[in-house]
């Protein structure tokens, strides 16, 4: 790598530094990831919501922590792991000093500045991830949603596009496509995005909650009743769902249901004033006239029945990417490095 782009990326990542403006935190799990808080369901009476240095140490400005020059890729993900994400940041900066080759340590740059606020950073990040291995869906994927949380869903969809070309069969591009076409005004496209999602991984609660936002954005109250059913089967206490949830229920007329979720959501989050009152709302009241009683449990197994039908239908038409030998995450190459980096970032964030 030349002198100049190793002084032009360090540049840009260290010129990219900012604080974001602090999310409103809607539930504490994170299943991302594709909806950011603003988006999560509301009341009916509003919107809806939905990774051969010498041994001497530098000094990082941000934190005032002293930092070994030949940190390990393996201690800055162990930082990670803890979640002090100004901490592994730092870390992962000195790493990529050092091994400019390597685009796991610019991913994991990006994910650490992105979790402690650092948009831009985190842009820049993914971009030197990108710019070093073209083919790294995962720099695509969460540069996406680092675009997403910046209010630029045109300029995600366009990595978004890139990922999906390149890995058919990544149903965290779909869903994160999904999110990206519901901000862009294409409820369609967004509700085919999260089927394809669902085909790929028929567990994915997360595409399941979306979709059923989408159509909650939509009025199509029946038509979320039952991927949101699902949901709160395959995540149990997951507050946004089961909030969620008792919105379809409740413009459906099933007011004793709802009110079941509504409790639901405060079960899994005694702060979740939003579903508080939609519990003071419904709670004690008849459901509608004529409106057929409902269980939740065979709403859910019923969408999962449709689910396993798009899943059939698409699993000979999704090829899995080559694989790249050549790729290098850490200082030892282990193959669960970065599926458990995956696995922190979808339980850490409220959007996904």
Not at 55 to 77: K, L
Not at 127 to 141: F, G, M, N, Q, Y
Not at 215 to 235: C, N, V
């Amino acid at each position: 790598m030349s002198r100049t782009l190793r002084s032009t990326r360090a540049a840009r990542i260290a010129g990219g530094a900012i604080t974001a403006s602090a999310l409103l935190v809607l539930a504490a799990a994170c299943r991302d990831s594709g909806i950011k808080p603003s988006d999560v369901a509301d009341t009916p009476q509003q919107q809806p919501v939905v990774v051969e240095p010498t041994p001497t140490e530098v000094v990082q400005p941000e934190s005032g922590s002293v930092i070994p020059a030949n940190v390990s890729y393996a201690d800055a993900e162990s930082t990670f792991r803890t979640k002090d994400y100004q901490q592994a940041t730092e870390m992962f900066d000195v790493y990529t000093k050092s091994h400019e080759k390597n685009p796991w340590g610019f991913y994991m740059l990006g994910m650490s500045s992105w979790r402690s606020g650092q948009l831009d950073r985190a842009k820049a990040a993914f971009d030197d991830a990108i710019e070093l291995d073209p083919r790294h869906v995962k720099s695509l994927v969460n540069v996406s949603r680092v675009l997403l949380e910046s209010d630029k869903p045109a300029e995600a969809e366009e990595y978004l596009a890139k990922a999906i070309d390149i890995d058919p069969a990544s149903s965290d591009a779909y869903r994160v496509m999904g999110r990206t076409q519901a901000l862009l005004g294409n409820a369609e496209a967004a509700l085919e995005s999260y089927r394809i999602a669902l085909a790929i991984d028929p567990e994915d609660t997360w595409s399941m909650n979306n979709m059923g936002l989408v159509l909650i954005q939509q009025g199509r109250f029946d038509e979320a009743l039952r991927p949101l059913a699902r949901a709160t089967q395959l995540s149990d206490g997951v507050a946004v769902f089961e909030n969620n949830l008792g919105i379809a229920l409740e413009r459906t007329g099933h007011y004793g249901a709802a009110a079941e979720a509504y409790r639901a959501a405060l079960t899994a989050d005694s702060t979740y004033g939003k579903a508080a009152a939609s519990l003071a709302r419904v709670e004690g009241r008849d459901d509608e006239p004529g409106v057929e009683p409902v269980t939740v449990a065979e709403l859910g197994d019923s969408f999962a029945q449709e689910v396993t039908q798009w899943s059939e239908q698409r699993v000979s038409e999704v090829v899995p990417p080559s694989v790249d030998s050549g790729s290098i995450k850490g200082d030892s190459t282990k193959s669960d490095s970065v599926n458990a980096v995956t696995t922190v970032s979808k339980t850490d964030s409220t959007m996904y």
